[in-house]
Nanobody, 123 residues
Framework: QVQLVESGGGLVQPGGSLRLTCAAS????????MAWYRQAPGKQRELVAS???????NYADSVKGRFTISRDNAKRTVYLQMNSLKPEDTAVYYC?????????????????WGQGTQVTVSS
């Protein structure tokens, strides 16, 4: 029905940068909020950054000033620019989007998740 595909993860040294991309496709009428989550081994999944359909953003305190979330509605794509990366940023990063699939008044907003992309920060 709806697919989210992440790309851009990899291995980077501390202080380096990566840009994650998440593209949505499938049965989509409207995408509401989009977000990036991450999960490190032995830890719960946490919200990293979110962005509304109008462009309002929020960030976890741990990434403020280093990460930037943005979206291109025409491309149905959300990005996460990650700068000044630290070893504690190492995790699997997941894209999330709230999607309405049809204009029907009965069409609900549903959460969809990408498959995840590994980010490893190590020297």
């Amino acid at each position: 029905q709806v697919q989210l595909v992440e790309s851009g993860g990899g291995l980077v040294q501390p202080g380096g940068s990566l840009r994650l991309t998440c593209a949505a496709s499938g049965r989509i009428w409207r995408i509401n909020g989009m977000a990036w989550y991450r999960q490190a081994p032995g830890k719960q999944r946490e919200l990293v950054a979110s962005i509304t359909s109008g462009g309002s953003t929020n960030y976890a305190d741990s990434v403020k000033g280093r990460f930037t979330i943005s979206r291109d509605n025409a491309k149905r794509t959300v990005y996460l620019q990650m700068n000044s990366l630290k070893p504690e940023d190492t995790a699997v990063y997941y894209c999330n989007a709230g999607v309405i699939s049809a204009a029907s008044i009965s069409s609900p907003n549903r959460d969809y998740w990408g498959q995840g992309t590994q980010v490893t920060v190590s020297s």
